[in-house]
């Protein structure tokens, strides 16, 4: 079988369609993270970007203005859905439909970044050498990705309101390819030490993730992506609707003048290759 042919089939269904028609309200969700990972990945002017698991291309944009008309930036996914929108959204940027674990990459970005787009390889090992290959030899990797579920409210809070009315949930594995696959951050660091990095440093960043404006938004959005959302996908409408309200009030704790903001606990990790 083709290494991640599973993600490769999720990313190019359903979820990924999602992800491309709600990007401006997954981008508001995710805007202080992004803000924090570009920040500490630090893009220089000119240096040269590869963006792992791109999406539809926010953070290659805001790579590409941070590097400057003497920098360059390439976006890479295995997603078309998403890599249509990133392509329709701006110039300047190269997008590559690639798996990161396997495409044959050459030794000429001084950064590689990514945006939760790095959880999802079959063979983590694996993946993240081949990602070493992009880098050169001063160059450096820096991403973010969750922690742990329990500390990510926005996506436990959700789908424990709703279990009472969801099918008996097959129990997931911690280190299957998927959001949570690096909650771990012993496994995390050896991972990339087994990849070939150096200067391993991870920091936590406790964030919020802006669900929306009112609890209406939330409770859509958590209908939308995240574990609920994968739960919930094959559910009738009166259940969904139920499911709506039942989520609607567990985040009510989270609502503020600014949005519903549950808690968002995520690692920023950065290496040398
Ligand atoms: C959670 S989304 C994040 C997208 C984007 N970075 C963002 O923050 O909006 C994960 C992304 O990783 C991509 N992805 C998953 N496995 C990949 C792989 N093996 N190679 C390249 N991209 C991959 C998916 O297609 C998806 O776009």
Redesign the pocket.
């Known amino acids: 079988m083709t290494a991640?042919a599973e993600?490769i089939d999720y990313?190019n269904g359903p979820v990924?369609e999602r992800?491309a028609a709600y990007q401006d309200v997954?981008d508001k969700a995710?805007a202080a993270i992004s803000d924090a990972a570009l920040a500490f990945a630090h893009p220089n002017s000119g240096e040269r970007v590869l963006d792992?698991?791109?999406?539809?291309g926010?953070?290659t944009y805001a790579l590409a203005k941070a590097v400057g008309p003497s920098g360059s930036v390439t976006g890479?996914?295995?997603?078309l859905p998403?890599l249509k929108v990133a392509r329709g959204r701006g110039v300047g940027v190269n997008f590559l439909q690639?798996?990161?674990?396997t495409h044959l990459f050459h030794a000429t970005h001084d950064l590689v970044f990514?945006?939760?787009?790095v959880m999802?390889?079959d063979d983590p090992i694996a993946?993240f050498a081949n990602i070493r290959k992009a880098l050169v030899p001063n160059g450096r990797i820096a991403f973010v990705c969750w922690r742990a579920a329990r500390e990510n409210h926005w996506a436990s809070v959700p789908i424990a309101a709703a279990m009472p009315l969801l099918p008996p949930q097959e129990p997931v594995d911690p280190l299957a390819p998927g959001?949570f696959a690096f909650a771990d951050d012993a496994r995390l660091r050896s991972i990339l030490v087994d990849a070939g990095y150096h200067n391993i440093r991870l920091e936590s960043l406790n964030s919020t993730m802006n669900m929306g404006a009112d609890l209406d938004a939330a409770a859509d959005q958590a209908l939308r992506v995240g574990p609920l959302a994968r739960a919930a996908a094959e559910l009738d409408d009166a259940t969904r609707e139920k499911i709506r309200g039942v989520v609607r009030a567990a985040l009510a704790g989270f609502a503020t003048p600014q949005g519903v903001k549950p808690p968002a606990a995520c690692w920023l990790v950065a290496a040398t290759p």
């Open positions: 991640n993600q990313w990924g992800w997954l995710l792992i698991g791109c999406g539809c926010t953070t890479a996914d295995i997603s998403m690639a798996d990161a674990a990514s945006r939760f787009g999802f390889f993946a959001p």
